[in-house]
């Protein structure tokens, strides 16, 4: 039980700011295993975004409320993937072999690809929310939930490709068992059996989809995966899974 302790609070001292107790070991080999609390960090992040959202829009207009979710997010997370998010733009829109475009990815300073790149992404996620018909303190909590559950994926199916030993994030970045992507998989689309219509589950295909294009197209570039390219996937499938709800509210 104690061992299960360290691991579910190991991911939640990696991916977010929330305290944790100072016993926890934070040794590579049980930041490897955290992953498999991917989902259920999706699904705590994802409670806090609902929570100020619901609290600000008894004071705010709707739009604010859901600035002030948004904004809160990103401070609770550390801008942990919206940072990846910014380096993959940065690296494959300025580097054109494997060795250029790790380089870039590893400094720290945002790029002008970096820049338009994530305010482009916090737009679209934005608006996608902004005009979510019904159900929004679900969606949410379910778009945490689904796209770190979907980058489980990235994890399982392309290798890690850094050798830099100084990386932050490359015990996350190593194979993992399939078993820790089912699992990522159960506690994820929990928040799809509260929607109204289980025609929902549908909006599980485009964000897949996404992911296996980028998988592909990481893939081709250097040759896997990095932390950065895992936080990008988490960001896209993130939008592409509100972007999927509008067009099934559309249509049902």
């Known amino acids: 039980m104690k061992k299960e302790l360290d691991i579910f609070f190991t991911a939640i001292m990696f991916f977010t700011r929330i305290p944790c107790p100072k016993w926890i070991d934070h040794s590579p080999e049980i930041l490897n295993k955290s992953t498999r609390y991917f989902s259920l960090v999706g699904i705590i992040v994802g409670g806090f975004s609902a929570l100020i959202f619901w609290g600000f829009s008894y004071i705010f207009p709707l739009s604010l409320a859901l600035l002030f979710s948004m904004v809160f997010t990103i401070w609770l997370t550390g801008a942990f993937h919206e940072d990846g998010f910014a380096d993959v733009c ?100 929990i928040p799809l059996f509260f929607y109204n219509s289980y025609w929902v589950f549908l909006c599980l295909l485009p964000p897949f989809i996404a992911m296996l294009l980028l998988g592909r197209f990481f893939k081709k570039w250097i040759g896997g995966q990095t932390g950065d390219c895992a936080g990008a996937t988490q960001q896209v499938t993130e939008v592409v899974f509100y972007l999927s709800l509008l067009i099934l509210w559309k249509f049902i």
Do not use: C, E
């Open 90 to 189: 940065d690296g494959f829109g300025g580097g054109w072999t494997k060795d250029k475009i790790l380089t870039i990815m590893k400094d720290s300073r945002l790029g002008t690809y970096g820049t338009i790149g994530l305010v482009g992404m916090l737009v679209f996620k934005y608006t996608a929310l902004s005009y979510q018909p019904n159900q929004i303190l679900v969606t949410l909590i379910a778009g945490h939930s689904i796209s770190r559950f979907i980058t489980s994926f990235l994890l399982y199916l392309y290798p890690y490709v850094r050798d830099d030993i100084s990386s932050k994030s490359k015990p996350m970045g190593h194979a993992q068992n399939f078993s820790v992507v089912m699992y990522n998989g159960v506690i994820g689309i």
